[in-house]
């Protein structure tokens, strides 16, 4: 996340633990964009701030406020920056998944195709899955309908995506059930896992004083789906399902 506070430490840690895979996690929404300001003027505000919810992005983008070209701009500089940390990503994917809009997913594909990054996040979970994950949590409607809504473009997503070459894994997982992935939740959706490739998106983290600083609506919810990434049983539970865990470099 290279508009991340802890970057440096991120990128640092990345490039001594060289078998992992490590994607850019580009940022449309929140924190302060990389680009100059005078670069980007439609998509920030006077003091360089990116929209602070997805809302606001997404009703500005829609009404015509933001320039694509900008946010090309934008996203350009967040991959150069990852690489120039000596990080060469395997993937790109989106906070608050914005490149599931077309007009973003456009941009990003031509830009992607260009710099030779062949692999995106797919954020599209059946609908079938996002009923089982999400039995028994809170706010199960709100859950669904959030899934739904992301799936209505999946047409589109699938076609651009196409044209500009890029892989993605089969099926996602983790979208209705995101923040409840402890030990429990995760075994049952390694269960949901079939033949084929599957990305379960998890947002792991220790809940302290520097995350509950930042406002991010996950908090402690981190530092459960950590504590499932964590657990004994989620392990034996992938070797049990046969499951064989790979990045995305080794995508085909």
């Known amino acids: 996340m290279a508009t991340g506070p802890a ?3 991120a ?22 964009a990389i680009a ?3 670069k980007i003027p439609s998509l920030v505000d006077r003091e360089g701030h990116l929209p602070r919810s997805l809302g606001q992005f997404l009703a500005k983008l829609s009404s015509g406020g933001i320039s694509t070209e900008e946010i090309e701009v934008e996203l350009r500089a967040q991959i150069e ?9 395997t993937h790109c994917d989106t906070h608050k998944h914005t490149h599931a809009h077309p007009a973003v997913m456009k ?8 710099l030779k990054i062949p692999q995106v996040r797919k954020p599209v979970e059946d609908l079938r899955d996002s009923w089982i994950s999400s039995r028994g ?9 959030s899934a739904a809504a992301v799936r209505s473009v999946a047409f589109r997503f699938h076609a651009i995506s196409k044209r500009y070459g890029l892989c993605s894994p089969d099926r996602f997982l983790g979208l209705a059930a995101t923040g409840d992935l402890g030990p429990a939740l995760l075994c049952r959706l390694v269960g949901l896992v ?5 990305e379960i998106m998890l947002h792991p983290g220790i809940c302290d004083a520097g995350l509950r600083g930042t406002g991010s609506r996950l908090q402690a919810e981190r530092q459960n789906e950590m504590e499932g990434l964590l657990a004994p049983e989620a392990r034996r539970a992938v070797d049990e399902h046969g499951i064989r865990l790979i990045t ?4 085909v």
């Open 7 to 9: 970057f440096q430490d």
């Open 11 to 32: 990128a640092d840690r990345a490039r001594a633990t060289p078998t992992l895979g490590v994607g850019c996690h580009l940022v449309l929404t929140g924190g302060v």
């Open 36 to 38: 100059p300001r005078e």
């Open 81 to 89: 920056k990852i690489r120039k940390a000596g990080i060469e990503p």
């Open 107 to 114: 941009v990003l594909g031509r830009l992607m195709q260009e």
């Open 137 to 145: 949590l809170s706010g199960r409607p709100r859950r669904i309908a």
């Open 194 to 198: 079939r033949e084929g490739s599957t």
């Open 248 to 251: 995305y470099r080794e995508l």
